[in-house]
């Protein structure tokens, strides 16, 4: 996290810099046949295209673009299903100027969505697979490092922790020392407690709750909560029926200091979102000046 005369940015690829001084939007396109929440809509590459311009028009300040699915049970695809999937789809945005980031966690997909004009890798691994950490040190991409305990097959079958908060926090810490020691500057980290891979609702209410903690360890902080199960275990809504969930979740969780929100519902979160930060800064105005 970077602070340019008070304003907070993530150093992206491609020359973008994000400024997130105010929460942004990282919009979410999957193009997998097998996602959990968009059923596979957007895998045609022109209807995917059409979808990311439509998210950008509505404010998402960056476009993640997934070829695998990460939802619990979900099979791992090959590298080379994976780049037949996204590649096409990362340059026509990135060429179109938007900041793309590439949701995957294998280096020859970071290597080739960098050379296609992508600004960030969103790994849910967090760059421990063989070779994620060198490829993406290789390029000058920011990273989102996610915590997930165990793997997206069998992540949900008995997470288990002492204190959730504590130990993801330890967690991300960890895997931003080993960016920063293979040479990823500090202003390239963006960390992700990561809501809903392997936790329970119990765990995903406690790093909720607890987020402001996250957010203490001095990085920028991305959070993914739309449309996720745990609004399923506290609303009974099916998954396209969990808007007001996602929205109230985006809230607490800027309200808590988290920097980017990636949602599936752009235009609705762009507007929540518009009053959260206007709430904040009249607070911050209304402060006594010795608090500020
Ligand atoms: C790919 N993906 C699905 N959920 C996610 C989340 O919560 N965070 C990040 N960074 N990626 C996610």
Redesign the pocket.
Known sequence: MQSKSEELYVQCGGGHTLPVTRPIIMGILNVTPDSFSDGGRFVDAEYALRHARMMASEGAALI?V?GES?RPGAMAVSADDELARVLPVVRSLADGGLCVSV?TSKPEVMRAAADAGAAMI?D?RALREPGALAAAASTDLAV?L?HMQGEPRTMQVAPRYDDVVSEVCEFLLDRARACEEAGIDRRRIVL?P????GKSLEHNLSLLAGLERIVACGYVV????SRKSMLQALTGRAVDDRLAGSITLAVMSALSGAHII?VHDVAATRDALAVVSALKEAQARSKPPQEQ
Request: net charge negative; proline share 0%.
């Open positions: 993640d997934g990460t949701d969103n849910v989102c996610m992700d990561g809501f809903g891979f991305l959070v993914g909560l990636r």
